[in-house]
């Protein structure tokens, strides 16, 4: 979840730490901080707990003399509360050594006793002082910043990325990391590390992703990357196909009003390069057909939007549909805990924008320790999900910085569609007409959504500002609905802090229609009548149940759906569509009405309160 930035070079590298964390704020965070070495040697360090503004107006004040090394950080609290203290980075060895540190160190407790014991003293409740201390001793026995951080992170347990610089070794970075994200930046003169290629995207589109247990030195000359026991390890280089300003907001109110507006080119992006005369072919899956054709189940395993909300659930209605092969949608955080059944003609799809999120890592190592075949669903090069996998497909949404997830989301269902279509071609489930129908429906989905953000997004801020003062919104659905309802209900949660909930409409005569009061807003997704005649059908006769009770019903519904005007409060029409390509579009004005609620309520839409872009601790 922390934002990590290094730099080694010739320009002063305190407005690029700080314009790097800037670029690392969506990964979520509650206090900042950054360390320079001067031209004269010396080592200054500032930090704050707050937003980075903070640390910001605390330089302009009170200025650190700037340097050409440097490290900076932003902390989401886990050992020790969000305060200047505990902020990043912590000093060692008589504070000529700067570190700073992304994970948990599990060991930490055992580590600090040691230490107390031996006479050293500690100013933070953090695991991360721990390490830097036990670094200083290292180093002050070595006086080699890469054999003292050797020493170091053999002796540490959990999940870490850690950096480090010292007094004496100006113009060196040094970093290591287990189970949590670190890339290389690679320059002319300079080099970067950072915790994602946002860092440094602004300088450099060159990097690099060091792989696990692996520790990496960067000096303006050049990078060596060793494992943790000092064999030089060749790491294989890749281009950032983003700019800088891909991630900047381009004049939208909100990074999220932006992404919202992009979920058009999302889509279109991700089927780019892979349809060629109406079949799906995956460049990246080219020789697997073996290991498709013999699989005989598949397990979807995600964490937040990707697997409760949705993704991984409309994935499965497709999935299975096109292939005949069952397909189970699992929790990456409870999937390793029940010991589940796997054999190698299991196939476990993880699906993670970042490609970092710490529990669908753990879900797949473990996967594959017990030999089962694993693909990758990411939005994120060089991300570690991917590396530990066997096959991955990348979407191709470009930087996502709201933390609530929207363009992410549509293209992470069109990516599993595309796999079910290529997969469905390789073990003959689905005849060439079939397929290049389905194809058809994906390459218009682009265009139709576009429609959906035209014709709507006006109807939807003049509900979302009349619901200003709305403390419960419930959201049905049946099929693949009833994943979009549960998507709706998280978004809302996420940015506007309101009870919502996403019930399958079947289940409303179960218990749900309890809580129907008068006043008390439902979104229903309603099923085409033309292709689901009979959901459809059962939705309507939902709706007039909750209708009775003085529910206040705002539909979702194609265009042409006369059957539900009647019915319904508000409309929101979508363009026709196949039944199992709906989802893409009615998701569309469900984010636009949480955005559009957290407005109107004056709440930030981009950092939603105690949540983070990118979890990356279990």
């Not at 990964?27 to 040697?41: C, E, L």
């Not at 994970?103 to 107390?116: C, M, P, S, Y």
């Not at 397990?299 to 499965?316: C, L, N």
Request: aromatic share 6%.
């Amino acid at each position: 979840m922390c934002g990590i930035v290094g730099y080694v070079g010739p320009r002063p590298s305190q407005e690029i730490l700080l314009s790097g964390l800037a670029r690392l704020e969506y990964r979520g965070y509650d206090s900042a901080g950054i360390a320079v070495i001067d031209g004269q040697g010396d080592l200054g360090m500032r930090k704050r707990a707050g937003k980075l503004s903070v640390l910001r107006d605390d330089l302009a004040s009170h200025p650190l003399a700037d340097g050409t090394t440097g490290i900076g950080h932003t902390r989401w609290a886990t050992h020790g509360g969000p305060t200047d203290e505990n902020a990043h980075p912590h000093l060692a060895d008589d504070d000529k050594l700067a570190v700073i540190h992304n994970g948990i160190i599990e060991n930490f407790a055992e580590l600090k006793a040691e230490l107390e014991s031996a006479g050293y003293a500690f100013r933070s409740q953090t695991d991360t002082e721990v390490a830097a201390v036990l670094l200083g001793r290292e180093y002050a026995a070595s006086g080699d910043l890469v054999d003292a951080f050797r020493a170091t992170v053999t002796r540490l347990e959990g999940a870490f990325t850690l950096l480090a610089m010292h007094r004496d070794q100006p113009g060196l970075v040094v970093g290591a990391r287990r189970n949590s994200p670190l890339v290389i930046g690679l320059g002319e003169g300079e080099n970067f590390l950072g915790s994602d290629v946002a860092a440094f995207v602004e300088h450099t589109r060159h990097a690099l992703a060091i792989g696990q247990d692996q520790i990496v030195a960067i000096t303006p000359e050049g990078v060596e990357v060793t494992d943790f026991h000092g064999a030089v390890v060749e790491v294989e280089p890749f281009e950032v196909t983003w700019d800088a300003a891909a991630a900047d907001k381009g004049g939208w109110r909100s990074f999220m009003a932006k992404e919202v507006a992009e979920e058009p080119e999302a889509v279109a992006n991700t089927l780019l390069g892979r349809i060629r005369n109406g079949v799906v072919e995956i460049p990246e899956l080219d020789g697997l057909d073996d290991l498709f054709a013999g699989i005989t189940r598949m397990v979807v395993i995600a964490a937040g939007t990707a697997a409760y909300a949705s993704d991984g659930h409309v994935g499965k209605y497709a999935i299975e549909q096109w292939t005949r092969v069952p397909v189970e949608v699992e929790l990456a955080h409870e999937f390793r805990y029940r010991d589940p059944v796997l054999t190698p003609e299991t196939l476990v799809i993880s699906i993670s924008q970042s490609g970092e999120t710490m529990d669908t890592l753990m879900a797949v190592k473990y996967a594959r320790e017990h030999g089962a075949k694993t693909l990758s669903i990411c939005n994120t090069q060089g991300a570690t999900i991917p590396r530990e996998s066997d096959a991955i497909v990348y979407t191709h949404a470009g930087p996502e910085v709201a933390v609530a997830s929207t363009k992410a989301f549509v293209a992470q269902i069109t990516a599993l569609y595309l796999l079910g279509l290529h997969i469905a071609r390789i073990r003959g489930a689905l005849s060439p007409s079939e397929i290049s129908q389905s194809v058809r429906e994906l390459e218009a989905i682009p265009a139709k959504i576009r429609k959906v953000l035209d014709t709507e997004t006006e109807h939807i801020a003049q509900l979302s500002h009349w619901m200003a003062d709305t403390r419960s919104v419930l959201f049905l659905g049946r099929h693949v609905g009833y994943p979009i309802a549960l998507e709706g209900a998280l978004k809302l949660k996420e940015i506007t802090y309101i009870h919502a909930e996403g019930f399958a409409a079947g289940e409303l005569k179960h218990g749900p229609i309890a809580l129907i009061e008068p006043g008390q807003p439902v979104f229903v997704i309603v099923p085409s009548p033309r292709e689901s005649a009979l959901l459809h059908a059962k939705v309507v006769s939902n709706i007039e149940e909750i209708r009775a009770r003085g529910a206040r019903v705002i539909a979702i519904a194609e265009e042409g759906d006369v059957a539900v005007l009647p019915k319904a409060d508000e409309v929101l029409r979508i363009p026709l569509a196949g039944p199992l390509f709906e989802p893409l579009l009615a998701v569309v004005p469900l984010h636009l009405f949480a955005m559009g609620l957290a407005e109107a309520k004056g709440l930030d839409v981009d950092q939603p309160r105690n949540l983070a872009k990118s979890v990356t601790v279990e």
